[in-house]
């Protein structure tokens, strides 16, 4: 819901108000266009660009409410309404302007990460009617890791009057974005460990704006800004401004991995081989004669030869030894 701003209008010799109006705006801390609704997963060596987007249409709003506010008066007095914004000065004495305004947004990352040697921010949405202050736009504090980017309107010392403040503020986009580039692990980090960066934003704006003939009309005006994580947006349960990122651990290798088996040799078929080889006995093999059938006669004489031969043999043997 909108929130409408009474007016405080001061007239002269009134009392001005001290207090400024406060409100929230709608923040998110996103890495590219994940909003970061849970852990992101990131690669070790990866150099990693966050954004801070600021929802400024509350600030639009409450520059109607103090339009519609000053016109009140205005007609209070003269019976009708401004239709020429110029003639609303945010000027002071000295012809200066009266417009105060900034907006600073930090980034803080926890142990486990940290800025690379040379980060750097960016803003979009702004149309060229917000800008990095030129000075001091980024600042880099490595002892508590924390980032801040201030903003402000572009030629701020060139707004002179209510038109001119009123187009540059609604010129600018619903939502204004700021992007630092430049964070990464650090050597302390370990895989599949979400790391939380937290983000905040804040800003404010003052002026004093009066009929630029009469000044018996004079409205003084104060704004103080806080961002405020959207519930679409909000890292798991937490409503704090804040993101999380993670690497994957390289796979653990086996602590006790089984010994390879050994080779098998192929089985060999080794013939048998003796010791003391025998000789083959080779069988001869005599075919009969074919011939006449011996006769009875001549078979009886062929035997007794043979005994004969046989004792005469023995006989030899016999004399031998002795």
């Not at 000053?70 to 110029?86: A, H, L, V």
């Not at 979009?124 to 890791?145: C, M, P, V």
């Not at 701020?156 to 209510?162: C, D, E, S």
Request: proline share 6%; hydrophobic share 35%; charged share 25%.
């Amino acid at each position: 819901a909108l929130l409408v701003v009474p007016a405080n209008v001061k007239a002269v010799g009134g009392n001005e108000p001290t207090d400024p109006e406060c409100n929230d705006l709608d923040a998110d801390l996103k890495s590219g266009a994940d909003s970061g609704s849970d852990v992101i997963t990131k690669k070790k060596d990866d150099v990693m660009s966050f954004t801070g987007v600021l929802g400024v249409t509350k600030i639009k709003d409450q520059l109607d409410a103090k339009k519609n506010s000053f016109n009140k008066s205005f007609k209070n007095i003269y019976g009708t309404t401004i239709t020429d914004w110029s003639i609303i000065s945010l000027t002071d004495d000295d012809g200066k302007t009266t417009v105060k305004t900034s907006f600073t947004a930090t980034l803080t990352l926890p142990d486990g990460l940290e800025f690379t040697e040379n980060p750097t921010a960016g803003l979009s949405g702004a149309n060229n009617n917000f800008e990095i202050t030129k000075q001091d736009g980024l600042k880099i504090d490595r002892k508590t890791r924390t980032a801040t980017v201030t903003m402000t309107l572009t030629k701020l010392a060139y707004v002179k009057n209510f038109q001119q403040l009123e187009e540059k503020v609604k010129g600018v986009n619903e939502d204004l974005e700021v992007t630092l580039k430049g964070v990464k692990f650090s050597k302390e980090s370990k895989g599949n460990t979400p790391y939380i960066i937290t983000g905040q934003v804040s800003g404010d704006f003052s002026a004093t704006a009066k009929y630029l003939f009469v000044s018996s009309i004079k409205k003084d005006f104060k704004f103080k800004w806080t961002g405020k994580q959207t519930d679409a947006g909000k890292y798991k349960d937490r409503n704090d401004i804040a993101i999380a990122v993670q690497y994957a651990a390289a796979p653990a290798p086996d602590p006790d991995p089984a010994p390879a088996p050994a080779p098998v040799e192929p089985e060999v078929e080794i013939p048998y081989v003796p010791s003391d080889p025998v000789e083959p006995v080779v069988t001869e093999v005599v075919e009969p004669k074919v011939g006449k059938v011996a006769k009875t006669g001549e078979m009886a004489n062929t035997v007794n030869q043979l005994g004969l031969i046989i004792l005469a043999a023995a006989s030899v043997v016999i004399a031998k030894k002795h």
